[in-house]
């Protein structure tokens, strides 16, 4: 058998990635020194209100390295074959986690891939490995077919602040500095080795959303795969960066909101798209 093992970061609720057989690890998040695990006990617009009313910027971390090892230990015993996929590695140190969870338990037949994205760039990369798992495929042809997708999986999103990622360390305070003294609204997207790259600074939120619709038209998107409209918390932006995507003939399939682990490091009335591209 092959299992499908992924963290929060790709936003599935439990319920569904148990409806696809996925399993999910829950990354933790801390407010104001309390943890949580992401998405129990606490649902989305929960976490954005108490994350903005929080003394300290919200944390995130991976998930007790005793739940992978023990999850590995128990594939091992059971003969199967595990396809992990994990936050990237230039944001996260999951990746480097999961995979030393995996040579702890012993389990030579663990795949650990590396999605080099956030949020629902990791559900591509889920859903390709629960529909080639269902079609049959072994666990080397779902490693290379990954490995294949991740570099043509795209995000582009404008954020209200750039202060979210310099504070949590996922972005260079300098830049981070400049968009915030500048009173302008930051256009970010996922650069080489999967980490977050400042493209542009606008000023004020419809150029930023001019910014990321001009961004995501330069690209073929592979319409085989769905396109994706995300926000954090309030969908205002969300949707008026839908239409504007529709009336460049962009075909969304549905706007999502984006968890607590990305959330954390985003901040409230950001707006983005991800989406498959038809090359790297």
């Known amino acids: 058998m092959i299992r499908i093992l992924v963290d929060s970061s790709c936003d599935y609720f439990q319920s569904e990635a148990a409806e696809i057989g996925v399993d999910l690890i829950p990354l933790v998040v801390t407010i104001d020194g309390v943890e949580c695990r992401d998405g129990i006990g606490l649902d989305r617009d929960e976490f954005y209100s108490l994350a903005e009313s929080a003394k300290e910027f919200p944390k995130t971390s991976v998930a007790p390295i005793a739940e992978y090892v023990k999850y590995f230990l128990e594939a091992k015993e059971a003969g199967d074959d595990v396809i992990a996929i994990t936050l990237s590695s230039g944001l996260s140190s999951t990746y480097e986690h999961v995979q030393s969870a995996a040579e702890l338990a012993g389990c030579d037949k663990a795949r650990v891939i590396d999605s080099l994205g956030a949020t629902y760039m990791?559900?591509?990369?889920?859903?390709?490995?629960?529909?080639?798992?269902?079609?049959?495929?072994?666990?080397?042809?779902?490693?290379?077919?990954?490995?294949?997708?991740?570099?043509?999986?795209?995000?582009?999103?404008?954020?209200?602040?750039?202060?979210?990622?310099?504070?949590?360390?996922?972005?260079?305070?300098?830049?981070?500095?400049?968009?915030?003294?500048?009173?302008?609204?930051?256009?970010?997207?996922?650069?080489?080795?999967?980490?977050?790259?400042?493209?542009?600074?606008?000023?004020?939120?419809?150029?930023?959303?001019?910014?990321?619709?001009?961004?995501?038209?330069?690209?073929?998107?592979?319409?085989?795969?769905?396109?994706?409209?995300?926000?954090?918390?309030?969908?205002?932006?969300?949707?008026?960066?839908?239409?504007?995507?529709?009336?460049?003939?962009?075909?969304?399939?549905?706007v999502l909101q984006i968890g607590s682990t990305i959330g954390a490091h985003i901040g409230p009335k950001a707006f983005g798209a991800t989406f498959v591209t038809k090359s790297c």
């Open 122 to 254: 990791v559900r591509f990369l889920v859903d390709e490995a629960v529909s080639l798992r269902d079609s049959g495929a072994d666990a080397a042809q779902i490693e290379e077919a990954l490995k294949d997708l991740r570099g043509k999986i795209q995000i582009a999103a404008g954020l209200d602040t750039l202060e979210y990622l310099a504070r949590g360390g996922r972005l260079n305070k300098a830049a981070a500095k400049v968009g915030d003294v500048a009173k302008v609204k930051p256009v970010i997207c996922f650069g080489e080795g999967g980490t977050v790259k400042l493209m542009k600074v606008a000023l004020g939120r419809k150029k930023a959303l001019d910014a990321v619709v001009k961004h995501v038209c330069s690209f073929d998107i592979d319409e085989r795969y769905p396109f994706h409209v995300l926000y954090s918390c309030g969908d205002e932006n969300a949707l008026k960066f839908k239409a504007r995507l529709e009336e460049a003939g962009v075909k969304v399939d549905d």
